[in-house]
């Protein structure tokens, strides 16, 4: 089974709207860590946002927010008020494991702002 | 600098050459994977070390791949007799030890490997 299944390969959205990257991860440990990445055009990947197992908040960073579900096991990225140069590729990641060295990517969502 | 570097940034050969790509973790930083990323596509784990142990080599696609961390901090990765399925963008990435962080990874910029 796949660790982390991102199902949408491309999303596009209107500048200055939101919009929602769906994420779902598949772990038998109580303790992970989930990440999302940007990875623009030039390929250099850029973090931006992490949610604990254990974090009872979703977390939020700036225009980018993280909805977790925990019982559903899903952590949807949702950026807010879409901008020009959010366009690119978004990875969703999990760290799993005692020692925290495993760590899995999914396949990614090509996501486009129209102007 | 403040980030992981990576170097060359390109790296074109011709089949059947080794090539030697490095890997420079931001300072600190004890634990550093290698990533491979073929065009369009996500990530492939190659190896990762942390600290002083044992590297887990699990990624490696075939005994022509190794790498090397010298010192705890930069890394090596080599290719042998290089092969056109090679060709992809080999990322390094580094963080803190889980446990003293989130374990979040830094990304490299890359290096862009062409096997002609």
């Known amino acids: 089974a796949q660790k982390i299944t991102q199902t949408q390969p491309g999303m596009f959205v209107q500048e200055k709207e939101a919009v929602t990257l769906d994420c779902t991860y598949d772990t038998s440990d109580q303790s992970y860590g989930l990440f999302w990445y940007k990875q623009p055009s030039s390929g250099e990947m850029i973090f931006l946002i992490y949610?604990?197992?254990?974090?009872?908040q979703n977390a939020t960073e700036g225009r980018y927010s993280l909805n977790f579900q925990k019982a559903r096991k899903s952590a949807n990225l949702v950026i807010s008020a879409s901008q020009l140069g959010d366009s690119a590729m978004y990875f969703c990641?999990?760290?799993?494991?005692?020692?925290?060295?495993?760590?899995?990517f999914g396949t990614g969502t090509s996501l486009t702002v129209i102007p | 600098g403040a980030g992981v570097s990576q170097s060359p940034s390109n790296k074109v050969t011709e089949k059947g050459k080794d090539v030697e790509l490095r890997c420079d973790p931001i300072?600190?930083?004890?634990?550093l994977y290698w990533y491979r990323q073929s065009l369009g596509q996500g990530l492939e784990f190659l190896i990762y070390?942390?600290?002083?142990?044992?590297?887990?080599k699990s990624g490696l696609p075939s005994d022509r791949f190794s790498a090397e961390r010298t010192g705890g901090s930069v890394s090596t990765l080599t290719i042998q007799r290089t092969q056109q399925e090679d060709s992809a963008v080999y990322l390094c990435?580094?963080?803190?030890?889980f446990g003293r962080g989130r374990g979040t990874q830094y990304f490299g910029p890359g290096t862009r490997l062409l096997v002609l």
């Open positions: 990435a580094s963080s803190l030890a």
């Open positions: 300072s600190g930083h004890t634990a």
């Open positions: 949610q604990g197992s254990y974090d009872e």
């Open positions: 070390f942390q600290g002083n142990s044992a590297p887990d």
């Open positions: 990641a999990m760290r799993e494991g005692r020692t925290g060295n495993q760590f899995y």
